[in-house]
Structure formats: structure tokens, C-alpha cells
């Protein structure tokens, strides 16, 4: 159902209709002004009339020129005031692509309505760039102040970080602080949107768009957000049913199991047991452990060297006394105490 008390196709029908036959032919063909919505090129329409496509360009500007100031939009002022109403209470900054659905859910209509915002005022386009998506702006201050903040926001996160939705949007309200009298979340959500470099992963927490933590590509990564979301270490098996459950994925155990070796951010800590290893825990076999725990605190007696490995590692006792054995990387002195060989 329209968002309008006008049809936009009937509108831009009127306006267009007010050119010669040759640029009403190609404002239609550049805006895809037609039933099936195709839009061709400055070069496609040249090669139609045999002209170049800055002679396109130049009849398509005195078109839009024409049409900017004729009476016709005089008298459809109403039409820009519902646009420009509508533009407003969604943020007065916001990507194209949800500017055109939240005006119709018709994807018919959307041409016609980024034609009625490019010959209107005050409606401005900006192209999308590295930072942002395409987007429309009412409001030159207000698009300035989203623009800096959301550089800002990104300059929060470091690497792989990830956040909840509330905590970045909590964040960004503390950077735009009093510059925009904004405090609807829905439209901070958007304005969060605007960016191409920051943005949520399928759990929807946030960080940069670059990180694998977001934009996630394969199993290993699909692992990665499970295990971070559990808290604590989880059997291979356990990581594999929670991706086929959380993200729909068909996910094989096997092939799991093998992403969870191959990967750095993972640490085998017990028998199929895989914790983070940003959770600080040490990488290795339990004698590995056992080397970098006798190189951190120097000599250990066999109590404290199983409570530290046992922090470190799910496994049996007998099996860190059976790895203290091996003379060759260990030295027990006459008190008992272990060091490294």
C-alpha cells in the first residue's frame, strides 16, 4: 500500500509529457519511466537517434531544467511536500535503497520516485563511495553530522572486534551528542546503515565490514560466531548442530572438525573440545602447555603445575603427570619441583 495520497507514475506521466517527443522519449528510456522499468545507458540511446551520448546527456539536462521550471511543478508542490514530509520522518538521511521501499513496497513505482526526487527540492543524492552507500538527504547539517559520526564509530573498532546492536547504537548517540536532536533508535539503526564499512554479522552484532567476524565466508567462520556466542569451549560435534541451527547451514561434522584445526583463532583444549584463543588460552599439546607454563612462572611443583594446566586444557591429571615424565623437556629437582630440562 502507498505511503502517498498520489500515484507517482500518474505524476511523472503529467510532467514528462510536457517536452518534446524526443526528450520525453529519452527522459523515459534514461529513468526506465516504462512498464517493464529498463534503464538504458547515455551510449544504448546515442546509438538509438546516431548521437553522441554528451549530446544525450546535454538533452537530457535542458529536459530536467524544463520540467524544474515549469508550472506543472508549481502545481504539484504537494507531491514534494509528502516526499520531502516522508524523507524527514525516516531520518532526513538514508540510503536509496530503503528510501524507495519505505516510499512503496511496488518495485514499479521506484523509478518514477527517483525521478520526482532528482527534478525536486530540496532532495539531494549523494553516489555511493568507499565510506557510503547511495543515499538521499534533506537536510545538508544533518547529513554532515551522520557523515562525520559514523567515521567516527568506525574508528571505535579495532580488527575483529564485534559489539551488540545496543552497544553501537548507544555509542554512536554518544558521538552525535547535541549536533541532532535525534534520539529514535529506529532511525540511528538506519543512519548505521548508511555505512560500507561498518556492519552486523548474521547474529547481528557489529564491526567493520572487512572483518571475517562480519562478513562471514566459510564454516571456520560460521564456528568462530557460534563459539564466541557460547562463551566457553564446545565440542566439535556441539559447534556443528549450532551452525545447521543458528544460520541454516548444511554442515558436516567432518569438515567442521577440520576448519576448528586449520584456524589460529581456535585452540584445542580438551578431547574435541575447541576454545577462542582470544580467551587466552595457550596453543599447543599439554606438554606445550607445560613448557610455556614452567617458562611464565619458572619452577612448579606437580600440584600447581596441574592447576594451571588444568585452566588451560580439559584432560585427565594422569595425563599431565604422564607428559611430566618426558626427562628430555623436563628436570625434577630434590624438592619435588619441576623445571626445563
Do not use: C
Not at 534533506?138 to 551488540?164: E, G, P, Q, T, Y
Request: net charge positive; proline share 3%; glycine share 6%.
Amino acid at each position: 500500500m502507498s505511503v502517498f495520497s498520489f500515484k507517482p507514475n500518474q505524476i511523472t506521466k503529467k510532467l514528462v509529457k510536457e517536452l518534446p517527443d524526443r526528450a520525453q522519449d529519452v527522459i523515459i528510456r534514461r529513468y526506465g519511466l516504462t512498464d517493464g522499468g529498463n534503464i538504458m545507458t547515455l551510449e544504448s540511446i546515442g546509438g538509438m537517434y546516431g548521437i553522441t551520448r554528451e549530446r544525450v546527456r546535454q538533452i537530457e539536462n535542458h529536459a530536467l531544467n524544463k520540467i524544474r521550471q515549469s508550472s506543472l511543478m508549481n502545481e504539484h508542490q504537494a507531491v514534494f511536500d509528502e516526499i520531502k514530509e516522508k524523507l524527514e520522518s525516516l531520518g532526513y538521511i538514508i540510503t536509496e535503497e530503503d528510501l524507495l521501499y519505505s516510499l512503496s513496497p511496488k518495485t514499479n513505482l521506484h523509478n518514477h520516485i527517483t525521478f520526482l526526487l532528482v527534478i525536486g527540492n530540496p532532495f539531494v543524492k549523494e553516489k555511493e563511495d568507499k565510506h557510503f552507500k547511495h543515499r538521499w538527504f534533506v537536510d545538508k547539517k544533518i547529513a554532515d553530522v551522520v557523515h562525520d559520526s559514523l567515521h567516527k564509530v568506525h574508528d571505535l573498532f579495532f580488527d575483529d572486534a564485534l559489539v551488540s546492536e545496543d552497544e553501537i547504537i548507544k555509542s554512536f548517540k554518544k558521538i552525535i551528542g547535541s549536533s541532532v536532536q535525534i534520539s529514535d533508535d529506529e532511525i540511528l539503526r538506519r543512519w548505521l546503515s548508511l555505512s560500507k564499512v561498518i556492519a552486523p554479522n548474521p547474529l547481528g552484532e557489529w564491526g567493520r565490514a572487512t572483518s571475517p567476524n562480519v562478513r562471514v565466508k566459510g564454516m571456520r567462520d560460521y564456528a568462530y560466531l557460534v563459539i564466541r556466542q557460547h562463551g566457553s569451549p564446545m565440542h566439535f560435534t556441539e559447534v556443528t548442530k549450532k551452525i545447521q541451527k543458528l544460520f541454516g547451514k548444511n554442515a558436516h561434522v567432518a569438515t567442521t572438525h577440520n576448519e576448528l584445526i586449520k584456524d589460529p583463532r581456535f585452540v584445542l583444549v580438551g578431547r574435541g573440545l575447541y576454545a577462542l584463543k582470544s580467551w587466552g588460552y595457550m596453543n599447543g599439546i599439554v606438554k606445550d602447555v607445560i613448557v610455556q607454563i614452567l617458562e611464565k612462572y619458572g619452577s612448579l611443583s606437580k600440584d600447581e603445575i596441574m592447576e594451571h594446566v588444568l585452566r588451560e586444557r580439559y584432560v585427565k591429571p594422569n595425563t599431565i603427570i604422564v607428559n611430566l615424565q618426558d626427562t628430555k623437556t623436563f628436570k625434577k629437582n630434590k624438592e619435588g619441583r619441576y623445571t626445563l630440562a
